[in-house]
C-alpha cells in the first residue's frame, strides 16, 4: 500500500453531536488523512467545537459552501481561517468576483494557505431542475462550466460526484484538485448515494481526495473500515 493512501480520505463526520464527533476524530487520528466537518456540525457547536476537533492534530476540511456577496463571503473566509481549515470552500454559481474575493481573503492570511475550492451544481439537482432556475443546458455542462469559472478564478480545485471526475479532468488538466464524496467501497452499504464509485475507481479516474462518511462512520470498527479502503486503493 502507497503510504500515502490514508491520506486521501477525509472522514465526513455528519453529526450535530460533538462528542461523537470528537470520539471519531480521536479513533481516526492516523487512519485517515483528515475530516469533514459540515453545516450540521457548525451550526449546532459553532467555531470552539470545530477548534477542539482541529486541535487533535486532523487537516479539517471545513464545508460551509459560502455563497454570497464578495466582501461578505471574504468576511466569512477572514472569520473561518483561525480555525485553520485544511481545505474550505464556496459556490462556483457565486460568480468569478466572489470567488476571487475568497481567494483574496486566503491570500492575504498570515498562517498556512488553506486549499480553496468550489462547489459547481449540487448532485441534487437534476436538469429538470436546472432549468427551472434559468439554467438552460444539462448538468454535465453547467459542472464544466463552473469548473472552468473555478479554475480562472483561480481557485485550487472543485467538489465533484464520481462521475464528473473524468470529464474535468479531460477539461481542467492534472494540477486542478478533484474532491471527490459519493464513495463506497463494494462491501459498503449504498444508502442514499446514487452514482457512486468504489474508492479505487475514483482514485484510477483522476480523484484527489476522497470524502467518505457512512461507510467509515457507520461501521462496527471505524478504524478497520478505514484501514480496508486505504488498502484498497494504496
Ligand atoms: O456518508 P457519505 O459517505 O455518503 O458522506 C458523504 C459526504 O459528502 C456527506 O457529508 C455529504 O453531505 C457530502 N456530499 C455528498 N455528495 C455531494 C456533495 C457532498 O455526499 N455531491
Known sequence: MSPNAKDRIFVALDTPDAATALSLATALVGHVGGVKLGKEFFVANGPDAV???AGIGMPLFLDLKFHDIPNTVAG???SALPL???ILNVHASGGRA??????DA???WSGPRPMLIAVTVLTSLSDDDLTATGVNDTAEAQVLRLARLTQAAGLDGVVCSPREIAPIRAALGPGFKLV?????PEWAAVGDQKRIMTPRQAVDAGADILVIGRPITGSDDPV???KRIAEEFG
Open 224 to 226: 478497520a473500515a478505514a
Open 180 to 184: 471527490v464524496p459519493g464513495i463506497r
Open 106 to 108: 486566503v491570500t492575504a
Open 51 to 53: 477548534k477542539k476537533i
Open 84 to 86: 485553520q481549515p485544511a
Open 76 to 78: 466569512a473566509i477572514r
Open 98 to 103: 466572489m470567488m476571487q474575493a475568497a481567494l
